[in-house]
Nanobody, 124 residues
Framework: VQLQASGGGLVQAGGSLRLFCAAS????????MGWFRQAPGKEREFVAA????????YYGDSVKGRFTISRDNAKNTVYLQMNSLKPEDTAVYYC??????????????????WGQGTQVTVSS
């Protein structure tokens, strides 16, 4: 599966952005999907994940209550709604796909396919 992330940009603190991850291939609905982010000089960090059927979602502690992951399997797209953005949310955001049919991971090594990343910058 090929992934294309988009929707990043520059926003003021307290604002919102919605990220999109478009997937190619007819098997998108079989994959758990995740969002990660990486700030300069830092390791890639888990943000959110959603199971293949949308039935379960998971969030990193730093984004709980502010970010929401969702998916539309008919459109081969996964979304990340980001509200109440903070300057520390500034990073390149990556979407990724996990082929495990039983669960979706929260570690980078759980995901086999990665998109190219989209930059999110939050100004104070």
């Amino acid at each position: 599966v090929q992934l294309q992330a988009s929707g990043g940009g520059l926003v003021q603190a307290g604002g919102s952005l919605r990220l999109f991850c478009a997937a190619s291939g007819r098997t998108f609905s079989r994959y758990g999907m995740g969002w990660f982010r990486q700030a300069p000089g830092k390791e890639r960090e888990f943000v959110a994940a959603i199971k293949w059927n949308g039935g379960s979602t998971y969030y990193g502690d730093s984004v709980k209550g502010r970010f929401t992951i969702s998916r539309d399997n008919a459109k081969n797209t996964v979304y990340l709604q980001m509200n109440s953005l903070k300057p520390e949310d500034t990073a390149v955001y990556y979407c990724a796909a996990d082929s495990n049919p039983l669960a979706v991971g929260q570690r980078t090594q759980d995901f086999e396919y990665w998109g190219q990343g989209t930059q999110v910058t939050v100004s104070s």
